[in-house]
């Protein structure tokens, strides 16, 4: 979607939940989130459907006092990412009742799984993101994983 000063989003009803320094975004009507700092969530209820990018763009270049093309570019991030999210549309949103993530899970066997089998290497590389090397844990017996992948 081309975003331009006279785009008008529209932002599903957010619940903001504080964690330290960032607030977690929830939508309560779908399984939508986002964590942002202060700056990011003062963005987003800034899209209500009536203001146009370029109206939150100047409001928010005025509060941070940071120049035009800074205050753009952060908008138009936060917008760009909220819309890959779900959480901002161009369109008023409006949803079914969120059925539940079980609605959403249905296969009742996996289609693939990925074991890591131990942590034995023959080289030991400093940057291993598993610690591997030779003197690696040797991992699970073979029955083990037999039984697992029978599961």
């Not at 008008?8 to 939508?32: F, K, Y």
């Not at 940057?127 to 017996?141: A, F, I, Q």
Request: glycine share 8%; proline share 5%; aromatic share 6%.
């Amino acid at each position: 979607m081309q975003l331009t000063n006279e785009t008008i989003l529209h932002a599903s009803r957010l619940e903001a939940i504080r964690q330290g320094d960032v607030t977690i975004l929830l939508d309560p009507a779908g399984p939508n989130w986002a964590g942002a700092d202060e700056a990011g969530r003062a963005i987003l209820e800034q899209f209500d459907g009536r203001r146009t990018l370029g109206d939150i763009i100047r409001a928010y270049a005025a509060k941070t006092s940071y120049e035009p093309a800074k205050a753009w570019h952060h908008v138009n991030t936060i917008a760009r990412d909220a819309l890959r999210q779900g959480l901002l549309s161009p369109e008023p949103v409006v949803r079914s009742p969120y059925a539940g993530r079980a609605a959403h899970l249905t296969r009742r066997a996996l289609t693939e799984l990925w074991l890591h089998t131990n942590n034995s290497c023959n080289l030991a590389c400093r940057h291993c993101l598993v610690s591997s090397g030779p003197d690696g844990d040797k991992g699970l017996p073979t029955e083990k994983f037999l039984e697992v992948i029978a599961q």
